[in-house]
């Protein structure tokens, strides 16, 4: 378990032993992940392709800046930020919850979770549509993309497409670490409440009196 500094220490710089190296590892990793997406985006131009690649992992950086920098920065302390360990990362995941009563209610984590589960619903489609095309019972032929947008045509009535299927996927996953993004830094920084608290408005609505 590295541990980030005390929040005693607040931006300032802290003892090796006292969050110290927690600091040292994170400027690490900001520098390794940034090199790695600068190093993708050589490799997409060599290929004469797109910058899909680097600007999805971008969006998984930005996840991780705005946990470890962002947010604390804005709450004043770099004791704000997530221990690095398995178990110390599930108890900070925990506590932050509970410090605002029921994280779930939280608007822009149930985006996220949408988004998330989202991904896992459109590709587990797309995944199963292509074994079922491509592993036909014996003695029927493999079948082609026009049976699968007629598949997905009567299914659901509209077939995305085999290239669209792949830039809805990119979407949604990058929809879902947008809005993670989001759900964290606004807990805390722009609400500190639980949040529950935040959904007084609807009860307020017109239509409920």
Known sequence: ???????????????????????????????????????????CRKLGMGYHVPFAFSVAILVYVTLVVVRPVLLGAWGH??????????????????????????????????????????????GSLILSATNPKK?????????ENTFFRDFIGYPIGTLGIHRLGLFLALSAGFWSAVCIVISGPFWTKSWP??????LDLPIWR
């Open 1 to 43: 378990n590295i541990a980030p500094p005390d929040l005693k220490y607040g931006l300032g710089l802290a003892p090796l032993m006292e969050g110290g190296l927690w600091q040292i590892i994170t400027i690490c990793a900001i520098g390794a992940f940034s090199s790695w997406a600068l190093r993708e985006v050589e490799i």
């Open 81 to 126: 930020g997530f221990p690095y360990g398995i178990f110390s990362h599930l108890d900070w995941v925990s506590n932050v919850g509970y410090q605002y009563l029921h994280f779930h209610y939280n608007p822009a984590h149930m985006i996220a979770v949408t988004f998330f589960f989202t991904t896992t619903l459109a590709l587990a489609l797309h």
């Open 139 to 147: 003695g029927e032929p493999v079948k082609t993309a026009e049976h």
């Open 197 to 202: 608290e935040w959904w007084g408005w609807w």
